[in-house]
């Protein structure tokens, strides 16, 4: 995953956000931005994927 397509976030921030609010945000951004990089999109989407397995898995045994 490339550090420079995240808006800078203090590690504080980092520490709030939501599994929810990760998902949105690779949402919207594999919505609206245009990536330089193919590597960089797929290894987003990549990402998402997984974030949006670990959800599944989540609400299956429901572990929050």
Known sequence: ???HSFPTRRSSDLDKMSL???IEHLKEK???DSFDC???RNEH???LKWL???KQYRERNKIF
């Open 30 to 32: 594999l919505d609206k």
């Open 52 to 54: 949006l397995e670990l």
């Open 1 to 3: 995953l490339s550090i």
């Open 38 to 40: 193919v590597e960089c």
């Open 45 to 47: 989407e990549q990402l």
């Open 20 to 22: 929810d609010e990760a």
